[in-house]
């Protein structure tokens, strides 16, 4: 366990792993992982991303640790490096099941009401 001693400290990396969570691009990589180990082939597949831009996702998930890979002779598996991120991003399914219109109404975000209406 990382022992940080500064509050702001604390805060700030926390706010960073964040960020691996927060781009559109490396959150549906990571979605894609929870049902399993992929190629880069399949995550292609999956998240309708470009080969380049899933790479350079793939490697700042890797730079960060929410993305572990491993050689499988000419290929490299990608998983989720801890049970965890699968974990948390299923806690945030949960919680925007009960707050997605207030997300929706935020008007700091960008997204459209269309499923904040549905759920009324």
Same mark, same amino acid.
């Given at each position: 366990? &990382? !022992? $940080?001693? !500064? /509050? =702001? @400290?604390? $805060?700030q990396l926390q706010a960073k792993l964040f960020r691996g969570f927060g781009d559109p691009a490396r959150l549906g990589i990571l979605q894609a992982l929870r049902n399993g180990p992929m190629t880069v082939t @399949?995550? /292609? =597949?999956?998240?309708c991303m470009s080969q380049s831009n899933t790479s350079n996702h793939l490697r700042c998930l890797r730079e960060c640790g929410l993305v572990a890979a491993e050689q499988q002779g000419k290929y490299a598996l990608y998983r989720l490096? %801890? %049970?965890? /991120? +699968? @974990? &948390?991003l299923a806690m945030v399914e949960s919680l925007l099941s009960d707050? =997605?219109? +207030? $997300?929706?109404?935020c008007t700091r975000y960008n997204l459209t009401r269309d $499923?904040? &209406?549905e759920q009324r």
């Open positions: 366990m &990382l !022992n $940080v001693t !500064n /509050v =702001a @400290e604390g $805060v @399949e995550i /292609v =597949a999956t998240t490096s %801890d %049970d965890r /991120v +699968g @974990e &948390l707050i =997605a219109c +207030g $997300v929706y109404e $499923v904040c &209406l």
